[in-house]
Every structure is written in C-alpha cells, then in structure tokens.
C-alpha cells in the first residue's frame, strides 16, 4: 500500500504544481508567524520578535526551494529529463544517430511491413459473422490424383442433409454470364449460388435483399446480386438498381441487390451471384465435381469434430454408391486458412527473415553503442562518484536508446507503408478484398512495440556494462582511447559472431529460394508462352445449344484470325495452361477388363482444335497432331501426353491403341491414339502434369466447350488484340471477348507470389551482409585504434607490415569463422522449415550452402582489409608517443 | 556538516518519526519539542526540517493533514502512517544496535 501512496503522492507533485507550491509557502509562512508569537510571549516587541524569527529561519526561498525538489524527485521528472538530455547527446554526434536511425529503420520498416501482409492474410477479420466458424468443405479424391476436389452436387446434398456439425451448407459454382443490352457485350465472372449462401457467410446485401429460397428451384424467375464492384463499375453505383431487368445470357433477371463491399465470395473477381436453380436430378448427380462448399460451424464444435462427422458420411456414400463414391473422402478446412492458401508458409518464412535482420541491426547499433560507451565512460563514472545510482545510469542509457529507435520506428513506419504497396502482391486475391491492405491500428502498435524492444534489446547490453564501470579506474584513465576491458571485447566479438550466424540464415534461405525460382523458369513447362495471346469466347448456351452451331463459331472464327497477317497459329482449347488444375473424365482402354469404379482411369481432358498444339508449340513426341482430315464423321482420334502414355500403356506403343470416355457400356466411340506429345504443366509450373488427352472438337460433343482460343503471333501479341476481337465480333457481334492477355503473363502470375518471396529474402540477405560487414569493419577499426601502441612496439621490435597485416585479419577472420560455424549449422536447421517453398533443390543444397559461406568470407575478408591496411600504416614513433 | 549539533539525514529522519509517534505535530512544534526533549542540544534547522518532512510525506511513512493550530491558525499536522510506524520500530532497533555498539568501542578502546 505504501508504494500506491507514494505514487499518488508524487503523481499529486507532479500535475497539482499550483496547489502544493502554495501548501509549501503556507506552510512555511506559519511557521514564522508562530515563531513570532513566541518571540512576543519571551517580552519582544513585534518588530522585534518578526525579525528575529525571520532571521532564525534563514532563507525561506531555499528552504521552498529544496522542499520542491524532494518532492520533484520523480521518475517522470526524471524520464523527461533523459530524454532532453539525450536529445543532446543524439543531436551532439549526428553521424552516429543518423547511421543508427537509418539501420534500425530499415530493419523496423522490414518487419512492420511484413507484419502488415501477415496481419491482412491471417489475422484481420473477415467481413462475415462469427467467421472462424467458416469452413470450405473439399472431397478427397486423393486416389484418382485430385486430394482437394470440387465436390459432386449430390455429395454436398447429402453432406447438407446428413451432418451433426453444420449450422448450414451452402455451394457455389462457376458460372459465366454475358451481359449484353446495353454498352459493349461483357462477359461478367459469376457465381451459381444456393440461396442461403449469404446467410451461411452471415453477411447481408448493402442494397436490396438477399437470396430467397423460393429463388433457387427451378423454373424461378431469374434474379441476381450484383458484387459492389460491378454495380460501381457497370452501373455506376445507381442506387435505384434493384428490381431492375438486365440480360444475362441472353435472359432476362432482376437484380434483387448489391452486396456489402468486400463481402466477395469466394474472391474479388466475382461480379455476380445468381441461385443455381439445381433440379432435384443435378443435386443427385455424383460424377460431375464442379462445386465449391462452404458451411458454417455449430457453436462449439470444434474443426477435428467436424472432419470426424464428414468422414463418418464419406464412408456411408461410398457404401451406397459404390459407382460414383468409391475411395472418395471428404473434409473441411477453415475458410481463413483457405483464403490465405499456400502463402501462410512463406509469411512465416519472411516473418523470421525481417526478425533476424531487426537482430542483425540490433547487433550492429549494440556495437556502435559500446565502442561510444568507451568514450562515455567518465561522464558515466562522474555521475555515478555524484550520487546516481546504477539503476538511475541504465534507466538514462536506456532512455537514449529508446530514443534511437522510436526515431527509427517512426522512418521505418514511413518506409513501410511504401513498401506494403509493393507488397501487396503477396496477398492472396481471396483475402485481399475482404481484409484490404495497409497501415492500421495493429500495424501502428507493431511498429511501436518492435522499436521499444528494439531499443531494449540493443540498448541494455551497452547500458548494464558502463554501469559496471570500476569507478576509481575508469576515472583515472585518459579520456580518449583504451577499451570497455577485456569482457567488452568478448561482447563485441559475440555481438558480430552472431551478426554473421544469422546472416548465413538469411543468406542460405535466399540461395535456396534463388535457386527454385531459377529451376522454375529453366523448367521445360511443356508449351512456349511467348508471342502467344490468350482470351475468352464461352458461348451463351441457350444461343448455342446446337453442337453444329457450336462448331460453325470456331470454325469462322478460326478461319478469320488465321487468315489475319501477323498470326502465325490460332487454337481453340478448353483451358489454356495454368487455368484450370482439373477438367478430368474416366476412360476405358480397350482389351483391359472393365475396372472396378475405385481403379478408374481419370486422365484430364482438353477439347482442342486442330492448331491449338501448334498455337502453343507443344512437342510431338510420337505419331502426329491434329490434321484437317480429323473431321466430324470420321475415325475418332485423341492425342495423348507422355505422362498417359507411360501410366496406361507401361511398356507398349500406345499408337494405334484405343480407349473410350466412360465404361465399355457407355455409347461414346472407340478413340485411337494418333500421337503422343510432351507434357504440359497444366496446373502450375511447379506442379507435376498428370495423364492428359487432346480430343478434336469437331467429333465428339462430350460437354465440355473449347472456349480459350490461343493466338500465336509474329510480333508483340497484344497488338493483335483489338484486331482479333473484330474478326470475332464479325462472326458473332453479341460475343463478348474476355481476359485478352499474353500467355506469359499468366505464367508470370503463377510464378509472381514465390519470385515477389525470393526478391523480399533477397532483399533482406543483401541487407544482412551489408549490416554483417559494416559491423565486422567496425570492430576491427575499433580493435585497431586500441591496439595502436601495441602494433607500435611490435613494428619497433622488427614486425614487418606483413605480420601485422595477418595478426589483425586472424582477429577478424576468427570471429568470420565461429558465426559461420555457428550460422551454418543454424541454417542447416532451419532450411527444413522452406522445403514447401523449394522447388527442384534439397533444403540442404550444398551449393548454396558453400556459395553462401563463401560470399560471406569473401565479404569479411573486404571488411578487414581496411582496418588490417590502416594497422599497416602504424608510424611507431607516433604509436609510442600517443597517450 | 561542521556543527556538532547538526544532524545526519538518516538521524533527523528518525527524531522526527520518534517524535510524531505520540501525536500528529506541525513543523514548529516538532522543532521545538526535538529541542526540548534533548534539552536545547539538538537544535533543528528549518532549511533541513521541512525538505526531510516533504520527503518522508513523499515516501509515505508520514501523511500530512491541514488542520487549526493551538493559535487557531490552519497548520499542516504531520502523522505516521501504519508503513511509517513500522519502519520507526525498525529504525529504532536499528540505532540502538549502532549505538551501543559505538558505546562498546569507546569504553574498551
């Protein structure tokens, strides 16, 4: 209790001035008064009893004054007076604060920006209720080669009927809709939803109403929501939009409301919802996955419940539907973690690399700060001989370095919301319209936190040494030279061992994800992606629905582009490379029994036209590709990739062979192998192609619509663009044309988020040498100056330049040595933590390894041949004389 | 420090702890009644009286209330607090203990 009245006591000093100044006079005024009473009681008079009682008590302004100060003697008085006075010292040495400041800012503005990626992909909240109660909902269709599939409608109705754990399911599914009416034909990304989707997600429209289960049945009068962003974009935010009438796919629909912004499941390219109006026969429908699920938890029910229950109706499917649901699971996964996807790993990744650079910065300002402290040794030592206590030293040392690094906080802030844009990359697009990006509160006391630490942690060292300084010695001593003694060697040496060890990290790290990044563009993706231009026609179904209406479309417009100067090769595909993982349908081989529904054969298709290889300059490795004779009406043929041809004809020629889609009581055709060709990375760069086969549009309707065309030109791609929309548009004026772009930029894309990953580790290692040799060069000039005399005698004695050369790099190269050691192992460590993140390179890569450690020696050796130079240069007659 | 009857910090603290024990005193009176318990011979200065009160009423082992004096004027009354009144006891012991044993030396010595 004492402690709480002397803080309200001294608190009281401190904001009630006014009020205890005059409590101090009136105080003091009564005691004169009353020692003038007495003086008149002993027979003064009053003149006389005033004067003698004045002059008994002295000078009453020092007595208020030394009262005052008992009182002021207060920590925050003192707080303010460190950090006045070390305002002084920083503004005394400007070199020093500015070199300090800029290397804790770029440490600091590292982490605060990298914070503030984790913070918008992992931990700002998500703009539905309750939404860690989310999940997504995937079939596990790991033995067919899909582990995360999209789920068959008739699976996620008996998920939704069947389960313990779900307050509600809910499913999406792609749609595409051309807006046409007014303005130009636009092809809008939609989703087919099921009603309760909105109330599943717990967000409710901006404008309008949600979705009503009378909506969603068949037959339903069309309605649509429209996403924030299309209604301020196509609609120009017309706040009297709903009820209206737009045409999608050549339908009429209402538009019923405008989402919340951000709201945009499942991500912000989604420009519309409209309920999916599933037949009671669609939602029966097992074999088609072309679903994306999500359910919201029961209150306390926990993840691994959940997965349990969806397990336990997995098994039950498979057992009643053997056909369809053989081998196939299910489960769920938390919508966040969804959302962030495959970026959470590399966040933790940077995370660690931005915090070993804040401790490399730290290391290095703990050094400049001890290698000062020498020089402050006598102040230090005067104060203490004055009175102050250790505690009263550190608490002012202390206070100098958290100035340092708020000023440093403060820059690195500023860097750090320029940086954050150029970040922004890294976000998933899921997350990244529902969380937005940027500098917010969490940032801000992030950024405050991380200084003051940071200010701790380089600070106390230094700090806690002077304290210990041997009064008497230090006193003694010269002013200007000698060291903290031998233990402030030991710490400064430790300080840049460990300067290196965790520069060797960071560099291993960057060598490692250099080295992925350098094998995936080296990687053969199985397609040239130059010079070819990629865009979008889906036809409109109720204008297309005839198969022979279908084909006439790409056959003009393949006519018409090839027919164009300046194209070398035109396409049409399903999915052009990195656009689409799945597009799978079982086949039968024929002269193989008819397998058992869990050992189907589910290669991926792609309907192609005859170019389409040519177009994307794939590699025949066998047989040939599509020729004009490979017409409707004739001998259906299918081209097969390498993959297909190892797995399914292990050991044959498959040229010649034949297979069908579907079992061998299915109507399809016999389908002859024509020809191999090279693997494409269809799912991504870094990911494996699985079994693939080519079938020619024009003979075989199998539902699944070519409506990628692929242009392969001459010159720049994009200056086709506008040329090739015409021809399109002059076979179809209603067409819309979408996501015109160059192939290559999709690949760019998919590579975008791990090269943003190895630049920022780069980035980060770069720093850390820099810092690493900065720090080694400043120990050895620091060990050079003390060692002056020393060098003097040695070079006196017959030395030659030589020998001092070797002495003071042996110094240096030592601690070079022990943090590589040191850091090598740690390294070895850790590297396990990006195997995820490597691709084509061992996380314990040799070659990175020894680059990495031989990059550092080179750069140590650098840092200390200047000092080792100037040690050189010691004039031993100047040496002896100097102190 | 160069008069005998000057007092220590530590000492002076301690007088005038021992000497609001009683009951709760004004600067003046704790004056007058140090010196006239030690029979005139510790005389206390005013410039140390009231800075060693401030700081103790800091420190809390004293707490001061205004109050009206025996002239019927307002004074500030000094009191211990609990905390006070045990780190009176503690100091007590503790300046017997010094003091007898600085009586020790000088009668062998």
């Known amino acids: 209790m004492r402690w709480l009245q002397s803080i309200s006591n001294r608190l009281r000093s401190l904001f009630r001035r006014d009020t205890v100044e005059q409590e101090?006079?009136?105080?003091?005024?009564?005691?004169?008064?009353?020692?003038?009473?007495?003086?008149?009681?002993?027979?003064?008079?009053?003149?006389?009893?005033?004067r003698a009682a004045s002059r008994e008590f002295g000078g009453v302004e020092q007595v208020k004054e030394e009262c005052r100060d008992t009182r002021r003697a207060n920590y925050l008085e003192n707080?303010?007076?460190?950090?006045?006075?070390?305002?002084?010292?920083?503004r005394k040495s400007p070199s020093f604060t500015f070199f300090a400041v800029a290397v804790l800012a770029l440490g600091i503005a590292a982490n605060s920006a990298i914070f503030s990626i984790a913070d918008a992909i992992?931990?700002?909240?998500?703009?539905?209720?309750?939404?860690?109660?989310?999940?997504?909902i995937w079939e596990d269709s790991s033995a067919y080669g899909f582990p995360k599939d999209t789920p068959a409608p008739g699976n996620f109705s008996d998920w939704k009927s069947r389960n313990q754990v779900f307050e509600d399911v809910a499913a999406i599914s792609d749609g595409s809709f051309n807006l046409t009416g007014s303005g130009?034909?636009?092809n809008l990304i939609g989703k087919w939803a099921t009603a309760n989707l909105f109330s599943v997600l717990g967000v409710s429209p901006a404008l309008g109403r949600d979705f009503r289960p009378e909506d969603d049945v068949p037959g339903a009068p069309a309605v649509a929501l429209l996403s924030h962003g299309l209604w301020l974009r196509r609609f120009g935010g017309d706040p009297r939009i709903v009820g209206k009438e737009i045409l999608l796919n050549n339908e009429k629909c209402t538009v019923i409301g405008v989402m919340k912004r951000g709201a945009q499941f499942p991500d912000r390219e989604t420009d519309l919802w409209v309920p999916s109006r599933f037949t009671t026969a669609q939602l029966a429908n097992r074999r088609n996955h072309f679903l994306e699920v999500v359910a919201r938890l029961k209150p306390r029910v926990s993840l691994g419940t959940?997965?349990?229950n969806l397990a336990t109706i997995a098994s039950q499917l498979e057992k009643e539907n053997p056909d369809s649901n053989a081998k196939v699971g299910a489960f769920a996964v938390p919508l966040r973690e969804e959302l962030a996807g495959d970026v959470r790993p590399a966040i933790f990744m940077l995370l660690g690399a931005v915090c070993f650079v804040l401790l490399i910065a730290c290391a290095n300002v703990a050094n400049l700060l001890l290698s000062r402290a020498t020089g402050r040794r006598r102040e230090m030592a005067m104060r203490i001989a004055l009175g102050a206590t250790r505690?009263?030293?550190?608490?002012?040392?202390?206070?100098?370095?958290?100035?340092?690094?708020?000023?440093?906080g403060v820059a690195g802030l500023l860097f750090s919301i320029w940086g954050t844009k150029f970040l922004a990359t890294l976000i998933p697009t899921g997350i990244a319209a529902m969380t937005g990006t940027g500098v917010d509160g969490r940032v801000l006391l992030f950024t405050l936190a991380i200084s003051l630490a940071t200010g701790i942690v380089f600070g106390i060292i230094p700090a806690s040494?002077?304290?210990?300084?041997?009064?008497?010695?230090?006193?003694?001593?010269?002013?200007?030279?000698?060291?903290?003694g031998s233990g402030g060697h030991r710490l400064r040496d430790a300080l840049v061992i460990s300067e290196v060890a965790l520069a060797i990290v960071l560099l291993t790290g960057a060598a490692l994800m250099i080295r992925s990044l350098e094998n995936l563009y080296h990687l053969d993706p199985g397609f040239r992606a130059d010079h070819v231009l990629v865009m979008r026609t889906p036809l409109p179904r109720q204008k297309y629905e005839a198969f022979a209406a279908r084909a006439a479309f790409y056959e003009q417009v393949l006519e018409r582009v090839e027919g164009l100067p300046g194209v070398v090769a035109a396409g049409y595909t399903t999915w052009v490379p990195l656009t689409n993982a799945g597009g799978a349908t079982g086949i039968t081989i024929e002269g193989k029994p008819e397998p058992a529904p869990a050992d189907v054969l589910v290669p991926n298709i792609r309907i192609i036209s005859r170019d389409y290889t040519r177009a994307l300059r794939m590699k025949l490795m066998e047989g040939r590709l599509f020729e004009s004779r490979d017409a409707a009406g004739t001998l259906p043929v299918a081209l097969i990739n390498q993959t297909m041809a190892r797995n399914y004809w292990t050991g044959e020629d498959p040229a010649g062979k034949r297979f069908k889609v579907g079992g061998y009581s299915e109507k399809s055709p016999w389908l002859t192998v024509i020809g191999v060709v090279g693997d494409v990375h269809q799912a991504g760069l870094a990911v494996p192609a699985r079994a693939e086969m080519y079938l020619p549009y024009q003979q075989e309707d199998l539902g699944f619509e070519p409506e990628y065309l692929a242009v392969r030109t001459a010159g720049d791609p994009m200056a086709l663009g506008e040329i090739v929309r015409q021809q399109i548009w002059a076979v179809d004026k209603e067409q819309p044309v979408a996501g015109m772009m160059p192939l290559e930029d999709l690949v760019d894309e998919n590579l975008a988020s791990r090269k943003m990953q190895a630049s920022l580790l780069s980035g980060f290692a770069g720093l850390a040498l820099l810092l690493v040799t900065l720090g080694i060069y400043a120990v050895l000039s620091f060990a050079v100056t003390q060692r002056t005399q020393e060098i003097g005698v040695r070079v006196a004695l017959g030395a030659q330049p030589g020998d001092v050369l070797r002495m003071i790099f042996s110094q240096g190269f030592r601690l070079f040595l022990m943090g590589a050691a040191l850091g090598l192992a740690a390294a070895f460590v850790l590297s396990r933590a990006l195997v995820h993140l490597l691709f084509g390179v061992s996380a314990y890569d040799p070659a990175s390894f020894a680059g990495v450690t031989i990059l550092l020696a080179a750069v140590a050796l650098l840092a200390c041949y200047v000092p080792a130079r100037r040690a050189t240069r010691v004039d031993p007659l100047i040496a002896l004389r100097y102190e | 420090m160069s008069k005998p009857t000057d007092l220590v910090q530590g000492t002076l603290d301690l007088l005038i702890l021992k000497t609001i024990a009683l009951e709760p005193m004004h600067g003046w009176a704790i004056a007058q009644r140090i010196r006239r318990v030690s029979n005139n011979v510790l005389q206390v200065n005013q410039g140390a009286l009231y800075p060693a009160l401030h700081r103790l009423e800091q420190q809390a082992w004293i707490q001061a209330k205004w109050g009206e004096s025996e002239n019927n004027r307002r004074a500030k009354y000094y009191s211990l607090t609990k905390a006070g009144q045990k780190y009176l006891r503690a100091?007590?012991?503790?300046?017997?203990?010094?003091?007898?044993?600085i009586g020790l030396v000088l009668k062998t010595v």
């Open chain 1, 465 to 484: 040494r002077v304290s210990q300084f041997q009064l008497a010695h230090s006193l003694k001593q010269g002013g200007g030279r000698s060291g903290v």
């Open chain 1, 122 to 136: 992992l931990v700002r909240p998500l703009p539905y209720r309750d939404a860690n109660r989310l999940v997504m």
């Open chain 1, 391 to 408: 505690a009263r030293v550190i608490q002012q040392m202390l206070t100098e370095s958290i100035l340092l690094s708020i000023f440093a």
């Open chain 1, 24 to 50: 101090i006079g009136s105080e003091l005024h009564f005691h004169i008064e009353r020692q003038v009473e007495e003086n008149i009681l002993a027979g003064m008079n009053p003149q006389e009893a005033r």
């Open chain 1, 79 to 90: 707080l303010l007076k460190d950090v006045r006075y070390g305002f002084r010292m920083l």
């Open chain 1, 184 to 186: 130009n034909p636009e």
């Open chain 2, 91 to 101: 100091e007590e012991t503790n300046w017997e203990r010094l003091s007898s044993a």
């Open chain 1, 306 to 308: 959940a997965n349990a």
